[in-house]
């Protein structure tokens, strides 16, 4: 993504030997090493005579010394260089003088610096040692405010495009034009809010591990990784509370301004939550026209005006309701930014919502509010919606029981009621209703013909088959169930408290499992 990117700052430039050389004050000669010259930038000067000065220095320096202690043999100059070498000394340099120990470089100084790969440099007679300091650290400073000063300018780019119509888009080409690196912004969801190179749903996918790891730290997530070539960045998004995600992308040898990304998330968070802002109006507007719908079923007519009257399609609609004790209307903003095409209202402490039936209304909730109770009514015409969101209500409490978001389907069906119902009470219900049959002589035979026949609709032919008896048979047991129980198994009532009392033996008998 975005390989054609001009590089406006390299982040604090250090000296190079070659700019050292290149110095008409400093007149510095490189007589050794020059296979390692290209490698070796200085990030500050030392002067030291001695012998081991590695443990004294921090890695990174010019060193300077006019060999007071220089050793008198190849092999002892080798160890010294390689020393310093191994210590992070970037060059030497050798001060020379008449009235300094060395007039010029010795033979066994130059080919021991050659074989460990240490440029030597020398320092002639009437420069002395602090003009090279001087000129090491005035790069530095330099450096330190071209940094400084494209900071600002930067900051000042960001800062106008903030305040312009651009939007999140401005902001992310304003930061790309100034550091050369690609700048994406996805919702909650992981869709592309703005992005300042094509390719922001590949960059999503190649940060979906670490999106995944730093997800519940809320505006504390941040994360970096750095492979293939490539140093990509996750950021939360929000000034309250997570509202996006910003992803970085760039070469990883790129240099990388800290306080410039720091300032790219507080401006993208700003612009974020201005949307969050200027949504409020159509917040209230749409929180209007779901307290309409959900006093009663409506006329679809009336329901379609309503609905485009607050920019939703007029289509079947699906609701919602969701447990937020804390954080209600955060959790209301929330959807309504992420879901477009949602009405959105707060009741209390729940959020109740609705959105076109093709909506992926679990996987929104799962995302958004997935440890938080909620239920989920089903897709119903726009005129009817209030049965929906009832049956929303409904299943919210059940989520509440189960500890997981509940579909309407999920609890239309008399077992997860009767579970719901507890083990006592049920085995109670049970035993009263089928205590006859068990203190018969043929209890087990008696229970399960009963079972057959209930399951067969009450109908003879089919309970006996599945039994393998004959009809006769079959209504022997079917009026002995009858006399036993007093009940009538014509009658609609009688088989139902008959089913029911089944139906309870067997869920008391899971719960207490």
Same mark, same amino acid.
């Given at each position: 993504?975005?390989?054609?990117?001009?590089?406006?700052?390299?982040?604090?430039?250090?000296?190079?030997?070659?700019?050292?050389?290149?110095?008409?004050?400093?007149?510095?000669?490189?007589?050794?090493?020059?296979?390692?010259?290209?490698?070796?930038?200085?990030?500050?000067?030392?002067?030291?005579?001695?012998?081991?000065?590695?443990?004294?220095?921090?890695?990174?320096?010019?060193?300077?010394?006019?060999?007071?202690?220089?050793?008198?043999?190849?092999?002892?100059?080798?160890?010294?260089?390689?020393?310093?070498?191994?210590?992070?000394?970037?060059?030497?340099?050798?001060?020379?003088?008449?009235?300094?120990?060395?007039?010029?470089?010795?033979?066994?100084?130059?080919?021991?610096?050659?074989?460990?790969?240490?440029?030597?440099?020398?320092?002639?007679?009437?420069?002395?040692?602090?003009?090279?300091?001087?000129?090491?650290?005035? &790069?530095?400073?330099?450096?330190?405010?071209?940094? /400084?000063?494209?900071?600002?300018?930067?900051?000042?780019?960001?800062?106008?495009?903030?305040?312009?119509?651009?939007?999140?888009?401005?902001?992310? #080409?304003?930061?790309?034009?100034?550091?050369?690196?690609?700048?994406?912004?996805?919702?909650?969801?992981?869709?592309?809010?703005?992005?300042?190179?094509?390719?922001?749903?590949?960059?999503?996918?190649?940060? #979906?591990?670490?999106?995944?790891?730093?997800?519940?730290?809320?505006?504390?997530?941040?994360?970096?990784?750095?492979?293939?070539?490539?140093?990509?960045?996750?950021?939360?998004?929000? #000034?309250?509370?997570?509202?996006?995600?910003?992803?970085?992308?760039?070469?990883?040898?790129?240099?990388?301004?800290?306080?410039?990304?720091?300032?790219?998330?507080?401006?993208?968070?700003?612009?974020?939550?201005?949307?969050?802002?200027?949504?409020?109006?159509?917040?209230?507007?749409?929180?209007?026209?779901?307290?309409?719908?959900?006093?009663?079923?409506?006329?679809?007519?009336?329901?379609?005006?309503?609905?485009?009257?607050?920019?939703?399609?007029?289509?079947?609609?699906?609701?919602?309701?969701?447990?937020?004790?804390?954080?209600?209307? !955060?959790?209301?903003?929330? /959807?309504?930014?992420?879901?477009?095409?949602?009405?959105?209202?707060?009741?209390?402490?729940?959020?109740?919502?609705?959105?076109?039936?093709?909506?992926?209304?679990?996987?929104?909730?799962?995302?958004?509010?997935? &440890?938080?109770?909620?239920?989920?009514?089903?897709?119903?015409?726009?005129?009817?919606?209030?049965?929906?969101?009832?049956?929303?209500?409904?299943?919210?409490?059940?989520?509440?029981?189960?500890?997981? &978001?509940?579909?309407?389907?999920?609890?239309?069906?008399?077992?997860?009621?009767?579970?719901?119902?507890?083990?006592?009470?049920?085995?109670?219900? #049970?035993?009263?209703?089928?205590?006859?049959? !068990?203190?018969?002589?043929?209890?087990?035979?008696?229970?399960?013909?009963?079972?057959?026949?209930?399951?067969?609709?009450?109908?003879?032919?089919?309970?006996?088959?599945? /039994?393998?008896?004959?009809?006769?048979?079959?209504?022997?047991?079917?009026?002995?169930?009858?006399?036993?129980?007093?009940?009538?198994? !014509?009658?609609?009532?009688?088989?139902?408290?008959?089913?029911?009392?089944?139906?309870?033996?067997?869920?008391?008998?899971?719960?207490?499992?």
């Amino acid at each position: 993504m975005g390989e054609n990117r001009p590089i406006v700052f390299d982040n604090l430039s250090m000296l190079s030997i070659a700019e050292l050389l290149a110095d008409p004050d400093l007149r510095l000669s490189l007589v050794a090493g020059q296979d390692a010259v290209q490698d070796s930038e200085i990030e500050a000067a030392a002067v030291s005579e001695l012998a081991r000065p590695g443990p004294w220095l921090q890695g990174g320096e010019l060193l300077l010394t006019i060999g007071l202690l220089l050793p008198g043999d190849f092999d002892g100059c080798r160890d010294y260089l390689a020393d310093l070498k191994a210590a992070g000394v970037r060059a030497v340099a050798l001060g020379l003088g008449g009235d300094l120990p060395h007039q010029c470089a010795p033979r066994r100084l130059i080919d021991a610096a050659d074989e460990v790969g240490l440029p030597l440099l020398t320092v002639p007679d009437p420069v002395p040692f602090i003009a090279v300091t001087k000129a090491v650290f005035a &790069h530095r400073a330099r450096a330190e405010r071209r940094e /400084l000063e494209w900071a600002l300018q930067t900051q000042r780019a960001l800062t106008a495009a903030a305040v312009s119509p651009g939007g999140l888009l401005g902001i992310l #080409a304003a930061h790309r034009t100034a550091t050369g690196r690609t700048g994406v912004v996805i919702d909650l969801l992981g869709r592309v809010l703005a992005e300042s190179d094509p390719g922001g749903d590949e960059l999503s996918v190649a940060l #979906a591990d670490q999106l995944t790891a730093v997800r519940d730290h809320g505006l504390a997530a941040a994360a970096v990784d750095i492979s293939g070539g490539r140093r990509r960045e996750l950021h939360g998004l929000g #000034a309250r509370r997570l509202r996006a995600w910003l992803l970085l992308d760039s070469p990883a040898e790129m240099p990388v301004a800290q306080q410039i990304t720091g300032d790219l998330v507080s401006l993208l968070s700003l612009e974020i939550e201005r949307r969050h802002g200027l949504d409020s109006g159509q917040r209230r507007g749409r929180a209007q026209v779901l307290d309409r719908l959900a006093r009663a079923t409506v006329d679809d007519v009336v329901a379609a005006r309503w609905l485009t009257a607050v920019g939703v399609p007029d289509v079947d609609l699906r609701a919602a309701a969701v447990a937020a004790p804390q954080d209600a209307d !955060d959790l209301a903003a929330d /959807l309504l930014i992420t879901l477009p095409d949602a009405l959105v209202r707060v009741v209390d402490d729940v959020v109740e919502l609705a959105v076109p039936r093709g909506t992926d209304l679990p996987g929104v909730l799962g995302t958004l509010a997935g &440890h938080r109770a909620a239920g989920i009514g089903i897709g119903v015409r726009p005129g009817a919606l209030a049965v929906s969101l009832r049956q929303a209500r409904s299943a919210l409490a059940a989520s509440r029981v189960n500890g997981r &978001h509940m579909p309407a389907e999920d609890i239309a069906s008399s077992r997860l009621l009767l579970t719901a119902v507890g083990a006592e009470p049920l085995s109670a219900f #049970a035993d009263a209703v089928l205590g006859p049959l !068990d203190a018969a002589d043929r209890s087990a035979e008696l229970l399960h013909s009963l079972t057959v026949f209930l399951e067969n609709n009450g109908q003879w032919a089919p309970a006996a088959a599945a /039994l393998q008896v004959h009809r006769h048979t079959m209504r022997n047991r079917v009026d002995a169930i009858e006399r036993l129980t007093g009940r009538r198994l !014509d009658s609609v009532h009688d088989r139902h408290e008959l089913w029911l009392a089944l139906r309870a033996r067997d869920a008391a008998r899971m719960s207490t499992d």
